[in-house]
């Protein structure tokens, strides 16, 4: 299982940023997508999530300014992020949610490098 996260930069408050995650090495049809974040000193957070089956879900945070989307044809997640903020600096991680092959019931973390993204003017 590869996660390769690339597009992260520096912008001025206001800008936009666009993230891409390139899956490989699994079925990523099957698997439950999602972007999180680092900010220093602070826990992981989620940004937003898109599962193989169902609805996008975005922190209250990001709301209305980012987007999540996934090309399966390309294994590949984007984040779209438009009118950053200072508060939205941090180290952006890709996750991938597999299911077990043991327990179909169970699905299994893996996360890409990271990509930084400072938002500052």
Sequence with gaps: VQ???SGGGSVQPGGSLRLSCAAYGFDFSDANMGWY??????QR????KF?????TTY???VKGRFSISRVNAE???YLQMNSLKPEDTGVYYCNAGLRRAT??????DYWGQGTQVTVSS
């Design 3 to 5: 996660l390769q996260a």
């Design 37 to 42: 974040r680092q900010a220093p000193g602070k």
């Design 45 to 48: 957070e989620l940004v937003a």
């Design 51 to 55: 599962p193989s089956f169902g609805r």
């Design 59 to 61: 922190s209250l945070s």
């Design 75 to 77: 294994n590949t997640v």
């Design 103 to 108: 327990d179909f019931t169970v699905f299994d």
